[in-house]
């Protein structure tokens, strides 16, 4: 069973930064792309960030120049470092993780954590 636990959520003022973490364990096969989306209190899911396997990231443009997205393949762990933060980012932050079976395409093996608390607040 695949089990994503993310960390590093809490309380920042404005401006300021936030490392989060997601570790994956229990799954049987390599991990893909992995990514970050932020749920709102209005419930919507955004997404925020991803990197492949081999490194390559992209960011939303609503992040774009203030987070940085980062992985250690070999520990299953992915890294969002949030700086310069706005109230406008607060959310639940979710971790995913595309873990296809072998012989299937990427993309389409999504698994997810429950997420991590972000409040920017003056």
């Known amino acids: 069973q695949v089990h994503l636990v993310e960390s590093g959520g809490g309380l920042v003022q404005p401006g300021g930064s936030l490392r989060l973490s997601c570790e994956a364990s229990?799954?049987?096969?390599?991990?893909?792309?992995m990514g970050w989306y932020r749920q709102t209190p209005g419930g919507q899911r955004e997404w925020i960030a991803s990197?492949?396997?081999?490194?390559?990231?992209n960011l939303s443009v609503f992040v774009k120049g203030r987070f940085t997205i980062t992985r250690d393949t070999a520990k299953n762990t992915v890294f969002l470092q949030m700086n310069s933060l706005k109230p406008e980012d607060s959310g639940v932050y979710l971790c995913s993780a595309d873990i296809p079976p072998p012989g299937r395409p990427s993309g389409n093996y999504l698994y997810w954590g429950v997420g991590t608390q972000v409040t920017v607040s003056s």
């Open positions: 229990g799954h049987r096969y390599n991990i893909y792309t």
């Open positions: 990197i492949t396997r081999g490194g390559a990231s």
